[in-house]
């Protein structure tokens, strides 16, 4: 059975003091893993898709990478407004629809 | 504009009854999906669907049902047989089975 666990469940940061959001995952063939941001009573907003360990993407403060056993979200110098929940998911080999969920890293980031 | 709505945003109901809430998309994609999300899980796939008039069960499907008449619409009923209704769900959809794009969620409550 595939499995995601993200580490911290909540995460309290300064304006500007960075960290990292992890992903652990278990998966009989990784096919991708994503990663999403949630804000309060909202729809998970897309962020990236890894294929292949070694892979990184950013975006803004907000950089994406992968190994064969975990992905991390690196923040730097967050600010307020990168304040929400982070999701990570991740597709297996052979399940073109199906996504396994993580339950979610609660980012908040203060003056 | 292209993207996914659902309706209504919040919906309460009387135990016992049926239940359908709406999701339409207009990005063109060929998958929908239903997840559900309650307070300290990640996302439950309920049912899905990869081509209009198909869908498959996710895994939640008991007590819920679907149809896939058209290319944008997605509907999902909630039953009576459904023992613990209240949550929020979670409409997506995607092009290529890789990243799926989330509406912005309907919270239904059943007393």
């Known amino acids: 059975e595939d499995q995601v666990t993200q580490s911290p469940e909540a995460l309290r940061l300064q304006e500007g003091e960075s960290s990292s959001l992890n992903c652990s995952y278990t998966v009989s063939g990784l096919r991708g893993l994503f990663w999403y941001r949630q804000d309060p009573g909202k729809g998970p907003e897309f962020l990236f898709t890894?294929?292949?360990a070694g892979e990184e993407k950013e975006k803004e403060r907000l950089k994406a990478t992968l190994t064969k056993k975990e992905s991390f979200l690196h923040i730097t110098a967050p600010k307020p407004e990168d304040s929400a929940t982070y999701l990570c998911a991740v597709q297996a080999s052979g399940t073109a629809s199906k996504l396994t969920f993580g339950t979610g890293t609660r980012l908040q980031v203060t003056l | 504009d292209g993207g996914i709505t659902q309706s209504p945003k919040y919906l309460f109901r009387k135990e016992g009854q049926n239940v359908t809430l709406s999701c339409e998309q207009n990005l063109n994609h060929d998958a929908m999906y239903w997840y559900r999300q309650d307070p300290g899980q990640g996302l439950r796939l309920i049912y899905y669907?990869?081509?209009?008039?198909?869908?498959q069960k996710g895994d939640i499907a008991e007590g819920y049902s679907v149809s896939r008449e058209k290319k944008e619409s997605f509907p999902l009923t909630v039953t009576s047989a459904q023992k613990n209704p209240t949550a929020f769900y979670l409409c997506?959809?995607?092009?290529?089975?890789?990243?799926?794009?989330f509406g912005p969620g309907t919270r239904l409550t059943v007393t």
């Open positions: 890894l294929y292949s």
């Open positions: 669907s990869q081509i209009v008039n198909d869908f």
């Open positions: 997506a959809s995607s092009r290529d089975s890789y990243e799926q794009y």
